[in-house]
């Protein structure tokens, strides 16, 4: 999709972090937009910082995991915006735990929302998408898609079966003139750690990783700009910082030897708990 102006892009969690600095490159676009998350106060403060931005802007509190609220979104949404042509499934959490000390309900949340919540928004807002024409499906997948990460099993596992979801729509939906981009970032100055600190897990961890984000990762905003021309471009994946084609590349180039290191950092990790 070339041109984005005057077409209706939905976001989830857009109420922070990645979901907030897409909605903004969206109207920066001049697209109209539909922001949605389960926190009424991350909404609220980016409807506020786009209120600049002259684009028409609504907000949707949802729980991506709500199957009967996110069946009655695209209505809603539809209701206020007329055609839905962009759809972004970018709400996400994660919690650093080891998979022994994982409860199931930190597992079942992590997998309600990364990938039930993707599964949702794919299937409820497609016929939406199909009337519209010509549209795009973008989904949040991670660098964690391309290896099994140590101490982040669910989360692992939602981000590399969202990828999985995102190739086989790619196909399917091309006859249907619909478009899909899996997107790879590495780490992102977020509120993600910040968030997974309320979930349990191990906090040193999450503290560590949390630091270390916030030195190196990169702003959300760089990235924002990366997934628009992703669009434009009709690309089937972007991968999103150094940190995310190394771990792409040496996935591919040492399949198995690879993991060593990780397996080394988390037996170093263990001891010190
Ligand atoms: N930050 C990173 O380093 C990084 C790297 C790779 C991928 N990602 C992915 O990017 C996406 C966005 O995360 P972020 O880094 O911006 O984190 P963030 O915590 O800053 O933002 C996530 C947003 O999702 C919302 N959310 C959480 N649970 C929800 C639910 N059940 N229903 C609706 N909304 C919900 C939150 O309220 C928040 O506004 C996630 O899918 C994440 O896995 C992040």
């Given at each position: 999709m070339r041109d984005l102006r005057g077409r209706t892009a939905v976001v989830t969690g857009a109420g922070s972090g990645i979901g907030r600095a897409l909605a903004s490159a969206l109207a920066a676009e001049g697209c109209r937009l539909a922001l949605v998350d389960v926190d009424p106060a991350g909404l609220d403060e980016t409807r506020r910082l786009l209120a600049g931005a002259g684009a028409p802007v609504t907000t949707h509190l949802a729980d991506v995991r709500d199957r009967a609220r996110m069946a009655a979104l695209p209505a809603e949404i539809a209701a206020a915006h007329g055609a839905i042509h962009l759809l972004f499934n970018n709400a996400g959490v994660t919690i650093n735990e080891s998979f022994e000390n994982s409860s199931i309900e930190q597992l079942e949340l992590v997998i309600g929302v990364n990938l039930w919540g993707v599964l949702y928004g794919c299937h409820y807002f497609l016929p939406y998408l199909k009337q519209a024409g010509e549209a795009h499906i973008v989904n949040t997948s991670s660098m964690a898609a391309f290896l099994g990460l140590p101490n982040q099993a669910s989360y692992s596992l939602t981000k590399a079966a969202v990828k999985s979801l995102s190739e086989s729509l790619r196909v399917e939906l091309a006859i249907s003139n619909i478009g899909v981009t899996s997107i790879?970032?590495?780490?992102?100055?977020?509120?993600?750690?910040?968030?997974?600190?309320?979930?349990?897990?191990?906090?040193?961890?999450?503290?560590?990783?949390e630091a270390l984000v916030q030195r190196f990762g990169m702003a959300p905003e760089k990235l924002a700009a990366q997934v628009v021309r992703a669009v434009k471009r009709n690309r089937m994946r972007q991968r999103i910082g150094i940190d995310s084609y190394l771990a792409e590349w040496a996935k591919r180039l040492l399949p198995v030897a690879i993991h060593a290191p990780l397996r080394w950092a988390f037996a170093r990790a263990a001891a010190r708990r």
């Open positions: 790879h970032p590495g780490a992102i100055q977020t509120n993600i750690l910040k968030a997974a600190a309320r979930y349990g897990g191990d906090a040193a961890q999450t503290a560590r990783m």
